[in-house]
């Protein structure tokens, strides 16, 4: 065996650890520049009832949960029986904010997989979301008592980022007003 | 029913895949029983995919949306071709097509091998088994496109729009065709490592198949380019997004193998290196896979990110990749070069363009991956630039194209300055004429595109001239009885010239503007008037469109009337833009409608693009070459010969 054969190979392993430490990096975490700001302002329809708006003062107070769905999000569905847990443990109060959606199948959606959310502003035309930057559903933002964005995640919540993401912050402030 | 049925055909070829591995390896019985076993494996584990793929397009057809692959790829609206097409729309059915497209390759090296030794072809056709078994396992254990939805969706979440283009809908498979099949070289080259003996047929047997892929991989890039001019709305036609890179890479590693494979044909020299850049051509496809798939990489094209399909990939590029380049550095000392040669003659020739090539695909691959590297070493966070990808790209490429002219004159083993040069003389004068002609034409002052089109006009010049040569030399061969791999050559070459002339002007002389135009109002763009008409809805099959007519004349006489859209799709409400081109062979014109301005007024781009069709003209060119290249007939002259001396010498009168 001559050295210089091995040379390829010995290029291929240190391109290949390269990649694996790539792995453990996460280039999608581009900062949302909303995060660390306060919430934009907005005004909807609530679902439940249009008459009734869901505006940005609503989530001032306490610590909530800002949930980004729609019925033709597999995602959100996906995440679902997730929040109506945490709905259900009182453990913080979450809002919605039903985007680019039908009226009917929103409402019969709630009805059949259960309403997690205080309420859920109807968000036809997805002007709300494009004031939160929504890009793709589903989108859950934390926001703190005085209407900042504290954290944003994007895709499918799941019990472990709930745990190690999300409950933190929650917690953080209950303390503080607590 | 039929998704379950798709799964479990899929992991039955799961099963038959790692019987077509091991029968080869297996000791006991015959070469030829092993051989049989490889190639019934071969042939079922092709009808098994192919069943979960059809199990996978029913799906998509018959709007399964209990299916959660369909449900976040397909929607009630998708016209039926795009549904079809969905099926490789995302991570998973382009995993079971790219699966699918391996099997099959596995069954046509098990249909063609006639000419090849027994013993060989088993251990060729159980690589390429043990690829297969790496890949279903991946799709079974991370990335399952039958995974169901239950309840099921009421509607699916539709198709990226991005991909609702009939140029999306081609690029993957010919793609996919390209880079899958470089496994077959990959595999021959492994099996002879594992043989220990790397005789000229060795490189006869890959040389078919490698050209076969590098065609595919031509098009399927050309396709891909196409797409982007069309649809992303900007004009280019290339970016040197990291995807596309992961592209390109293989393609200049299998160009330089597709040389360095007809030295060893005919001369038998450079077979290690040969070897080893079989090994490169599928690593670097699967090094693609890996950056398109794992999500290390942020890019238009990468597909959804989930950790451990990188881990997986990585693994797996471990092994097979590690593993190739150990048996290489284990048994490479023991392959002997012959054929001696001079410093002038073809061999060097060839050598030197080797050399460039793959010095373009380092220096590529090594743009691509820097950003990374720099994260990873924790200096923050980069991107790099097209420029340095130019820079890169461009000198290196003219030095290969000047040198693509004058290789093909070069006599094998050794030739002298003095002949040489009186027999490129036609050729460089009329280089230097042609050059003087557009030069003055296009009053085209900068030196680099006046350097680019020379070396255009001298590629093409020489290619001809060589071919003029040979159509004399062999008096009484007519055209059709030149060889074919000569042909094929001369197509690709002339592509080449095409592509510089058509890269060079679209960047260098291209007009473009923004402008806000009003029903009725017009603009001037490079002797063109572009009269704005009005814009009215017109509804899609999936989306609602506005159409805008633009009236475009030149000394008032009409030259096209252009219909730019766009596009708000349904499904998410995500708003395309289709520009409107009028294709012709000296410039193209292009017009994307932007947004509404309010007052009836809407912002418009539109390009002025010379010469931008013989960037694809050209690639076309060279794909048809490489169509050409393959169906020479001395590939099927020499099957018949071989099968009548089965482990003689191959017939000498190859060329």
């Known amino acids: 065996m001559k050295t210089r054969h091995l040379v390829p190979l010995l290029v291929f392993a240190a391109l290949a650890v390269l990649l694996g430490m790539g792995l453990d990096l996460n280039p999608r975490i581009v900062p949302s520049p909303l995060v660390g700001n306060s919430a934009p302002e907005f005004s909807l329809p609530r679902l439940e009832d249009p008459a009734r708006r869901f505006e940005r003062s609503d989530l001032l107070g306490r610590v909530s949960l800002l949930n980004v769905w729609a019925t033709w999000c597999v995602g959100c569905r996906d995440e679902h029986p997730l929040l109506v847990d945490l709905a259900r443990s009182g453990t913080v109060s979450i809002f919605g904010i039903n985007y680019k959606d039908q009226y009917r199948p929103a409402l019969d959606w709630l009805r059949r997989y259960g309403n997690p959310y205080v309420t859920s502003g109807y968000d036809a035309e997805g002007l709300a979301g494009i004031d939160f930057g929504v890009y793709g559903l589903p989108e859950t933002f934390v926001i703190d008592p005085q209407g900042n964005i504290v954290y944003k995640h994007v895709g499918p919540l799941d019990p472990a980022v709930l745990e190690e993401h999300i409950l933190p912050i929650v917690r953080s402030f209950e303390g503080a007003s607590g | 029913m039929s998704p379950e049925l798709g799964h479990f055909a899929l992991a039955l070829a799961f099963c038959v895949s790692l019987v077509q591995a091991a029968a080869p390896f297996a000791s006991g019985g015959g070469a030829e029983r092993r051989l049989g076993i490889a190639r019934a494996g071969a042939r079922v584990q092709f009808l098994l995919v192919a069943l979960s793929y059809a199990a996978l397009t029913h799906a998509f057809v018959t709007h399964d949306f209990s299916v959660a692959y369909v449900a976040s790829n ?55 088994g043990a690829l297969s078994a790496g890949f279903h396992l991946f799709l079974l254990w991370t990335s399952n496109p039958f995974e169901r939805l239950l309840p099921a969706a009421l509607n699916g979440r539709d198709l990226n729009p991005l991909l609702q283009d009939p140029g999306m809908a081609f690029h993957p498979p010919m793609l996919y065709l390209g880079y899958v099949g470089l496994a077959v070289p990959f595999c021959f080259a492994c099996a002879a490592l ?56 293989p393609w200049l590693v299998a160009t330089a193998l597709l040389h360095s494979l007809a030295v060893s044909e005919h001369r038998a020299a450079f077979k290690s290196w040969t070897v080893l850049l079989a090994i490169f051509g599928f690593s670097a496809s699967l090094l693609g896979a890996f950056l398109v798939r794992s999500g290390v990489l942020v890019s238009v094209h990468a597909f959804a990110t989930d950790p451990q399909r990188g881990v997986y990939i990585l693994a797996f590029l471990g092994v097979v990749v590690g593993g190739a380049l150990t048996l290489y550095a284990a048994r490479a000392g023991r392959i002997r070069d012959g054929g001696a040669f001079e410093y002038l003659s073809r061999e060097t020739l060839l050598l030197v363009n080797n050399v460039l090539l793959v010095v373009v695909a380092a220096a590529i691959t090594l743009g691509t991956l820097y950003p990374l590297a720099y994260q990873a070493l924790g200096w923050g966070t980069l991107s790099i630039g097209p420029p340095w990808f130019n820079l890169m790209f461009a000198p290196f490429m003219l030095l290969l194209a000047l040198l693509a002219g004058i290789g093909p004159h070069t006599r094998w083993r050794s030739d002298t300055l003095g002949p040489l040069a009186r027999r490129l003389r036609p050729a460089a004068v009329a280089t230097l004429l042609l050059g003087l002609l557009v030069l003055f034409l296009l009053s085209a002052r900068t030196l680099g595109v006046g350097l ?45 010239a095409a592509f510089i002339v058509g890269a060079t002007l679209t960047s260098a002389v291209s007009t473009e503007r923004d402008v806000r135009l009003a029903p009725g109002e017009s603009h001037e763009v490079a002797g063109y008037r572009f009269e704005f008409l009005d814009v009215h809805e017109v509804p899609g099959p999936n989306y609602e469109a506005r159409r805008a007519l633009i009236d475009v004349r030149r000394n008032g006489e009409r030259v096209a009337l252009l219909a730019p859209e766009k596009r708000v799709y349904r499904s998410d409400g995500q708003a395309m833009t289709e520009a409107a081109v009028d294709a012709g062979v000296t410039r193209d014109l292009y017009v994307a409608l932007g947004e509404p301005l309010g007052g009836g007024a809407w912002a418009l781009r539109i390009h002025h693009k010379p010469f931008v069709r013989w960037i694809w003209g050209g690639a076309a060119l060279m794909a048809l070459g490489g169509i050409l290249a393959v169906t020479d007939r001395r590939y099927r002259r020499r099957r018949r010969a071989e099968r009548r001396t089965p482990a003689g010498e191959a017939a000498p009168a190859l060329r």
């Open chain 2, 194 to 249: 594992l043989d220990g003996r790397l005789d000229a047929k060795w490189t006869r047997w890959t040389r078919p198949w490698t050209t076969m892929s590098w065609t595919f991989l031509t098009a399927g890039i050309a396709l891909g380019s196409w797409w982007a001019y069309n649809e992303l709305g900007w004009g280019g036609w290339w970016f040197w997004d990291p995807v596309e890179n992961a592209s390109f890479i």
């Open chain 2, 452 to 496: 680019a089109l020379l070396i255009a006009a001298w590629v093409a010049a020489s290619t001809l001239q060589n071919f003029r040569q040979r159509l004399r030399a062999g008096s009484r061969m007519a055209l059709h009885r030149l060889p074919r791999g000569f042909l094929g050559m001369t197509l690709a070459h002339l592509g080449v």
């Open chain 2, 74 to 128: 397909s929607n009630l609206e998708l016209p039926l071709f795009y549904r079809i097409s969905a099926v490789w729309g995302a991570h998973e059915g382009s995993m079971l097509l790219w699966v699918l497209i391996l099997a099959g390759w596995s069954c046509a090296v098990s249909a063609s091998g006639a000419p090849l030794p027994a013993h060989f072809q088993a251990r060729v056709l159980g690589l390429l």
